[in-house]
C-alpha cells in the first residue's frame, strides 16, 4: 500500500461534490467537501478523464446512486493494520442490512474494542464506497458520519434502511 496520493478528480453526487484520489496502488480517498477527516486541498494533479481509476470509482457512485451494481476499483486506503482490518469487515456489509458497532467488533473478534472499532471506521478515508455509512448504534439510532448525519440518513435510505 503505497498511501501516497498520486492523482485527483471533482465527482458529483446527489449528496455534494465529492474529491476522490488514487495513489500508484489504487484509490486512496473519496470525501465529500468540508467532510471530519478531509485532508483539504490535494497538492496533486487533477485528472484530465482518462485515469481508470478514478473512472472506475466514479461509475461505482453513479450506479451506487442510481442503484446499480457495480464492481469497487483497487482500494488503497491509508491506515493502520487495525483501522485497514475494520474497513475490509465494513465490505463485507450487505446494502440494506446496516450492522452495530458492538456486532462488527464481535464478528472481528474484538468486542473489548467497540470504541476503537467507532473511531476507525469514523477514519474510513473513502466515503460510500467503503460503506461506514452501515453502522449504526446498538438501538438502530444514526451516530457520527464524518460527511454528516443527514448524508449518512440519505445514503441509507437509498439503500431501503428506514432511519
Not at 46 to 62: I, M, P, R, T
Request: hydrophobic share 40%.
Amino acid at each position: 500500500m503505497s498511501h501516497h496520493h498520486i492523482l485527483q478528480r471533482r465527482i458529483a453526487t446527489p449528496l455534494g461534490p465529492l474529491t476522490a484520489a488514487r495513489s500508484a496502488a489504487g484509490l486512496s480517498g473519496l470525501w465529500f467537501d468540508g467532510q471530519k477527516h478531509h485532508p483539504g486541498p490535494l497538492d496533486v494533479p487533477e485528472d484530465d478523464g482518462s485515469d481508470a481509476v478514478l473512472s472506475a470509482a466514479a461509475a461505482a457512485l453513479a450506479a451506487h446512486f442510481s442503484g446499480g451494481r457495480y464492481e469497487l476499483p483497487p482500494l488503497d486506503p491509508a491506515g493502520t493494520a487495525f483501522q485497514r482490518e475494520v474497513w475490509r469487515a465494513l465490505l463485507e456489509i450487505p446494502a440494506g442490512t446496516p450492522d452495530t458497532y458492538g456486532h462488527l467488533a464481535e464478528r472481528l473478534g474484538r468486542a473489548q474494542a467497540a470504541r476503537a472499532l467507532g473511531a476507525a471506521v469514523g477514519r474510513n478515508p473513502i466515503s460510500i464506497l467503503i460503506p461506514c455509512h452501515r453502522v449504526v448504534g446498538a438501538d438502530g439510532s444514526l451516530t457520527g458520519y464524518a460527511g454528516g448525519l443527514e448524508r449518512k440518513k440519505a445514503l441509507l435510505s437509498l439503500e431501503g434502511v428506514s432511519a
